[in-house]
């Protein structure tokens, strides 16, 4: 079994990156939008800036209080969306539950959407002509590439329909000629399903659902769960943990993600890389 690291390949990309921008005059900016206290985005938020600061490209973290209203959001993203200087806007979700998030994904300016959110740009994804590619399920691409696994003809199962991981993954997954499966909690003999899969993808969100008797022998098992699970033997009070019950399925798999340091690392390299591509779309 080979563990597919997040961390090295996330490395490499980020320094193919830094080399890319070193004669740059003006580097290419991110903007990260945090409303409230959610303490995974807050974390999330802060790899992102760091990210930044650590390839050379400019950015700025932009807080509001958790009361904030979606009059206030959209007038940020206004400002954003009119100010030159800004290559890329990211407003970190769960949004609190006062502000539409149909909204505030459709007013960032579609030239500026890193996340590739925007109904317009997701549109371009599921005709085949994007110019960016959502960040997680670009990673998983990226990560399986960088690793040489072939995807064409294979089955791919995506379990989970989200429309920041599920729902685009499978696009790219079809995209590389893959054959995909799109499973959910309502989906019958879900486990069959997965035992079907040459690639298993966990999207689901919930701490270590995929067992190892759901793995086929030799499939490639990619684990985009990040989940906070008590733990008193640790400082935090909690570790984090997959989707997928790791020790199991490394007894299967023939490659595998940890968590963390599989998927996680991977979504920010991406996202430094859609940050690039806006600002030489716009910039030249
Ligand atoms: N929340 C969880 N994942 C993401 C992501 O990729 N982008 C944004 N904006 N919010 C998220």
Redesign the pocket.
């Known amino acids: 079994m080979t563990v597919l690291d997040g961390n090295l390949v996330a490395k490499q990309i980020k320094d193919e990156i830094r080399r890319a921008i070193a004669g740059y005059a003006v580097k290419p900016k991110l903007v990260?939008i945090l409303v409230g206290e959610n303490p995974?985005?807050k974390v999330?938020v802060g790899m992102k800036d760091k990210a930044c600061a650590e390839i050379g490209f400019a950015s700025e973290k932009l807080v509001l209080p958790a009361s904030a209203s979606e009059a206030e959001l959209l007038a940020l993203i206004d400002r954003l969306n009119a100010d030159d200087t800004v290559d890329g806007i990211?407003?970190?979700?769960?949004l609190p539950k006062q502000i539409r998030e149909h909204q505030v994904l459709e007013r960032i300016s579609p030239q500026k959407d890193?996340?590739c959110?925007h109904p317009m740009n997701v549109g371009y994804l599921a005709t085949g002509n994007p110019f960016v590619k959502?960040?997680?399920p670009a990673g998983v691409i990226e990560i399986m590439k960088r690793y040489q696994i072939n995807l064409s003809g294979a089955h791919a199962v995506v379990v989970g329909r989200s429309n920041?991981?599920g729902k685009p993954l499978a696009q790219l997954l079809l995209a590389e000629h893959a054959t995909v499966t799109i499973c959910h909690s309502r989906t019958k003999d879900l486990a069959a399903v997965c035992r079907s899969a040459d690639i298993l993808c966990a999207a689901i969100g919930k701490p270590e659902m995929v067992q190892g008797d759901w793995i086929k022998d030799g499939a490639v098992v990619i684990d985009v769960g990040v989940n906070r699970v008590d733990d008193a033997t640790n400082p935090r009070g909690y570790k984090l943990v997959g989707d997928v019950d790791y020790a199991a399925a490394a007894k299967r798999a023939s490659y595998l993600t940890p968590v963390p340091g599989g998927i996680g690392p991977m979504?920010i390299a991406m996202?430094m890389q859609n940050t690039l591509e806006l600002h030489k779309r716009r910039c030249g």
């Open positions: 990260v995974a985005s999330y990211l407003c970190q979700l769960p890193v996340d959110f959502p960040c997680t920041i991981v979504t996202l």
